[in-house]
């Protein structure tokens, strides 16, 4: 690693001076495939073929402004290459025990896509699969079609997953427990598959889901515990990524509604879960650091600012946008973002970041996180493209033209200074 020289040392040690940065294309992509890397667990790959179908395939994801359903007619296994590798590995590495043969078929049983004490991690990987079912007419990988698996996942949730008395599927196979995160791992399949299946039951269960979902673990504040219920760990905590988990869920569950026959049959499930969206990202707006992230738990500020639960919400907040809900948020989610951004090292991992598999502490690398950038920066672009809407320009706007490179805001700093400031940046960090 090169020394710095002291005047940078100087400013690039002063946060207040440098406030934002906006990755470069060539920074995005080092993200991306640092995304591509590190990523193994269940809801890890899961999480990364969204944010891949955002930022890769974005006709095909649930956010496109056309039906999302529309192209799957004639869609070829090539055109989603990276999608399809997504869901060959899940079914190969599908439990053997639970694969169909000639004298069980597991479909009818139901059974989870992976082994995993999460009943709700897997499902997951269930709109990945489903497009890899309707792309190789449900080809067989490891003893099982595509679209047979999604189905088995489909049913060991609807029939085999214990619920809480209200209904609610489990985010654990041993026992009733609710946890933020299932939010974004469940509903959207149901979601999806009954979109596909011409199910308005189904997709009523997938708002369901989340009603329940929402009743038992949202706070007075707005905000939502992380795990409640059952035994084992609990987490009352308002954990950052949980309440992005959630809104992002709902979000997209609100968008498969939209680009389905049911939307105006569904308005009032619509409504409601575009309230449940915004009230989390209202609570949660108010607790924005000055230097623009979240807590680890939102409304504690010894905790530690993460980055990673501050890029999904950031994601949410300039999708609520882009589909024409409220341009509201975007001012606060580019502040998330340009925070976010300048905690990216030039290898492309987001740094700062809450540990996946031990969400109370800090961690040094986070899969989820890469995934959450690129899910950011999808809607970013796409904000951008379709003219910037809820910028009132000038400094509540940090990231800056699409087409600089970064961008500095002054804080008192000259704008001379703050020129040169961000050349040297700019050169500083391609070395
Ligand atoms: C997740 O994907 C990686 C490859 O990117 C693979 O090595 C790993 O086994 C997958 N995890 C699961 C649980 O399927
Ligand atoms: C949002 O509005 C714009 C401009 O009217 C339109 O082009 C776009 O398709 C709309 N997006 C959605 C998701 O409806
Ligand atoms: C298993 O059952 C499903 C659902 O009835 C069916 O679509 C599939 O063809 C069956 N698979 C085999 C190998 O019998
Ligand atoms: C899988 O794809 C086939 C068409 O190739 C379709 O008939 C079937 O319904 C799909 N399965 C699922 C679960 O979507
Ligand atoms: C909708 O999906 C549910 C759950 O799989 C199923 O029980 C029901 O028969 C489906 N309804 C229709 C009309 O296909
Ligand atoms: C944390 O918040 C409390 C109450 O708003 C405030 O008094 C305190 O100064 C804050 N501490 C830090 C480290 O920001
Ligand atoms: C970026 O962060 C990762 C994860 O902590 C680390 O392995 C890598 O060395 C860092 N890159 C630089 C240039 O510091
Ligand atoms: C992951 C999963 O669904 N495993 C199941 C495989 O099948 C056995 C026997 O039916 C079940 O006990 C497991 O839960």
């Avoid at 890899?132 to 449900?138: G, H, K, Q």
Wanted: aromatic letters at 8%; proline letters at 3%; glycine letters at 8%.
């Amino acid at each position: 690693m090169r020394s710095k020289t002291p005047l940078v040392a100087f400013l690039a040690a002063s946060s207040s001076l440098v406030s934002a940065t906006h990755l470069t294309d060539s920074l995005l992509n080092k993200v991306y495939n640092v995304m591509n890397e590190i990523n193994s667990a269940s809801w890890e790959n899961g999480t990364k073929s969204i944010a891949i179908l955002e930022s890769k395939y974005p006709d095909l994801s649930v956010y496109s402004s056309n039906s999302p359903f529309q192209p799957l007619d004639g869609l070829q296994s090539g055109q989603i290459s990276e999608i399809i590798d997504i869901a060959q590995t899940t079914l190969n590495n599908r439990p053997k025990s639970n694969t169909t043969t000639s004298s069980s078929n597991s479909t009818l049983s139901g059974s989870s896509l992976l082994e995993d004490g999460a009943a709700g991690d897997p499902p997951s990987l269930g709109i990945a699969v489903l497009l890899a079912n309707v792309s190789t007419d449900n080809e067989v990988v490891n003893g099982i079609g595509y679209g047979d698996a999604a189905t088995s996942q489909l049913n060991h949730l609807l029939y085999n997953v214990p619920r809480t008395s209200s209904g609610a599927i489990s985010h654990r196979e041993d026992q009733a427990q609710l946890w933020s995160d299932n939010v974004f791992m469940v509903p959207p399949f149901l979601a999806y598959y009954a979109v596909l299946h011409n199910n308005q039951t189904l997709l009523q269960e997938a708002y369901r889901q989340c009603s329940l979902y929402r009743d038992t673990l949202r706070q007075d504040s707005g905000l939502w515990a992380h795990i409640l219920l059952g035994t084992g760990t609990h987490d009352s905590g308002l954990w950052a990524t949980g309440n992005a988990w959630a809104a992002t869920g709902m979000l997209r569950v609100w968008a498969t509604i939209k680009a389905s026959s049911y939307a105006s049959a569904m308005s009032s499930q619509m409504d409601d879960l575009k309230n449940w969206v915004t009230e989390i990202l209202d609570a949660s707006q108010g607790y924005i650091t000055s230097d623009g992230l979240l807590h680890n738990y939102i409304n504690d500020n010894s905790s530690f600012k993460d980055t990673s639960g501050s890029a999904l919400m950031a994601a949410t907040g300039i999708r609520l946008s882009t589909l024409n809900i409220t341009d509201t948020y975007v001012p606060d989610s580019l502040k998330l973002l340009a925070a976010v951004s300048s905690y990216i090292n030039s290898t492309g991992y987001l740094t700062q970041v809450v540990n996946p598999y031990d969400f109370s502490k800090q961690g040094t690398i986070s899969p989820e996180g890469q995934s959450f950038v690129v899910m950011a920066y999808a809607a970013y672009k796409e904000w951008d493209s379709l003219g910037r809407k809820g910028s009132t320009s000038g400094n509540d706007d940090p990231l800056g033209s699409s087409s600089s490179a970064f961008k500095v805001t002054s804080g008192g700093v000259p704008a001379l200074l703050g020129g040169l400031l961000a050349a040297i940046l700019g050169v500083w960090s391609m070395i």
